[in-house]
């Protein structure tokens, strides 16, 4: 008989007719006459009641049925007596694909901890919480090229082998073939990479930024969706070595289009989220983040504050002056500790913030630079640059975007200034040499958003098979 899904086994109003299900036993029970199976396939957070006659089947028959197991269950559709559910099956065949061993099945018990589900993440997407996560994820990429498509945006593929370190931050994997044990060195003692597989150095790329911009210089409005990966050693709940970005660049837009693009975009994707996936989100919200949906839909309702970096320090500094204690200090041109994001965003504003006009130094080559220092205290500050990074609750920094320098000569300035390899740079600078224009985009870290949709706390939980210093399982 032909396999119905249970999302649509839960919804189907076909009584009294056969139908046959297949998943993943999630429990047994009942006594000497009667057995209940709840039965889950992953289609939804929601599991099936299967209702077995003792009469009809022997407890041997039964025994194989283990939380755990594999069947495929053929019975009669009824309205459910008991609460909970609408309908149930009366089983009338049973076929067992795979049995699980109780005393070795390690999903046995509930509430087992985040931190024992991470050294068994090849069975955790059988667990709702996690079952809940992987869905909503689907929903999310799904959201992402349905807001970009929608907008006239095209999908444009970048390398993720690469010779260039867009960031410039040094945290790089390498790509090689050379033989680790016998590697050939110049005279000056580097590594020659003359006979490695590329001819040269080359490694994981860190953000398909510089390429997009290619792409944007010629299609217009462009989007990438892929993997990145980052060396930083920082073993955080924020942070992964292996991470999807989405980078969308955009020809002929300024700051402040760059900034309703960022803010119109996650409200899209949030919306989808409680448009699509509120039997995950409400499972979510009971178990995991009892504020998760109210913080989802003043998400979606609330306008985004946009305030300078200097602006920003500023009221850091006076919090501190009112007796307000942070672990770092607060210094104009210093990076902003996540401690002072939170503040900003959840005690001052109690809302997302997108951040503006940082310091040139704590900022990437790119960056558009200002023609105006600001001014802090009555004090002139140093140059800025138009990034515009979106702070949000609990997550601090979701995306880091910025406006683009356009013009060749402050570029190479940077470049130079930097020590950014020249001739690794050749065909990026072509696109301030021929046909320049203004242009903005950003990156959001697709995991960190996954982290405020579902109200997880480690993004090593909202991704399959999370890849951190010293773990690279599975
Ligand atoms: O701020 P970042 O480094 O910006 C860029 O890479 C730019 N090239 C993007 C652009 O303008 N096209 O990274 C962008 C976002 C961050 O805001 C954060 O959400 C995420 O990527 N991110 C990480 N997510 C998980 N683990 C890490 N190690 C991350 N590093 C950055
Ligand atoms: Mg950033």
């Known amino acids: 008989m032909q396999r119905t899904v249970i999302i649509d086994a839960l919804k189907s109003t076909a009584f009294n007719e056969p139908i046959n299900v297949r998943g993943w036993v999630r429990s047994r029970r009942g006594n000497k006459q009667v057995n209940f199976i709840a039965l889950n396939d992953g289609s939804t957070i929601k599991n099936i009641q299967i209702v077995v006659d003792l009469n009809k089947f022997s407890e041997d028959t039964l ?51 985040m931190e024992y589900l991470r050294t068994i993440a090849h069975l955790r997407p059988r667990t709702n919480t996690f079952g809940a996560v992987f869905r909503i994820r689907h929903n999310m990429a799904i959201a992402i090229h349905t807001y970009f498509h929608q907008h006239g945006y095209f999908y444009f593929h970048t390398p993720l082998i690469t010779a260039s370190d867009c960031e410039g931050a040094g945290q790089m994997f390498q790509v090689t073939t050379k033989n680790l044990y016998n590697l050939k060195k ?88 409680l448009d699509n996936c509120m039997d995950d989100l409400e499972f979510l919200n009971q178990f995991v983040d009892k504020g998760l949906i109210e913080r989802l839909r003043s998400v979606v309702d609330t306008e985004f504050v946009r305030l300078t970096y200097t602006e920003g320090v500023q009221i850091l500094q006076e919090a501190v002056r009112n007796g307000k204690k942070f672990e770092f200090p607060c210094n104009w041109g210093d990076d902003l500790a996540s401690e ?24 990437a080559f790119y960056m558009k630079i200002n023609d105006q220092k600001p001014v802090l205290n009555g004090q002139e500050m140093d140059e800025t640059v ?27 300035g940077e470049i130079t200034r930097r020590n950014i390899p020249m001739k690794d740079m050749w065909w990026y600078l072509d696109t301030r040499r021929f046909g320049a224009a203004p242009h903005a985009g950003f990156g959001l870290g697709f995991e960190r958003l996954m982290l405020f949709v579902t109200g997880m706390q480690n993004i090593r939980d909202v991704i399959p098979f999370p890849r951190t210093p010293k773990t690279a399982e599975f």
């Open 186 to 273: 110049g005279e000056d003692g580097k590594i020659d990479y003359s006979d490695d597989f590329f001819g040269k150095q080359t490694s994981l790329t860190v953000s398909g930024q510089l390429e997009g911009e290619l792409a944007a210089m010629a299609l217009g409005k462009i989007y990438t969706f892929g993997p990145t990966f980052r060396a930083e050693n920082s073993n955080t709940p924020r942070h992964l070595a292996e991470f999807w970005m989405i980078e969308p660049e955009v020809a002929f837009i300024q700051k402040d289009e760059l900034m309703d693009l960022e803010e119109d975009f996650i409200k899209f994707c949030v919306r989808w989220a």
């Open 340 to 363: 002072h994001e939170r503040y900003l965003v959840e005690e001052h504003f109690g809302k997302p913030v997108i951040m503006t006009d940082y310091p040139k130094e704590i900022k």
């Open 63 to 113: 025994k194989p049925v283990t939380t755990g197991s594999c069947i495929s269950a053929t019975g009669i559709l009824v309205p459910s007596q008991g609460a909970g559910q609408a309908v149930e099956i009366q089983l009338t065949d049973l076929e067992i694909y795979g049995s699980a061993d109780p005393d070795q099945y390690p999903l046995q018990k509930k509430g087992l901890s």
């Open 386 to 412: 138009q990034g515009t990074d979106v702070l949000f609750p609990q997550i601090g920094e979701i995306i880091g975007g910025s406006v683009r320098e356009e013009s060749m000569d402050k570029l190479m």
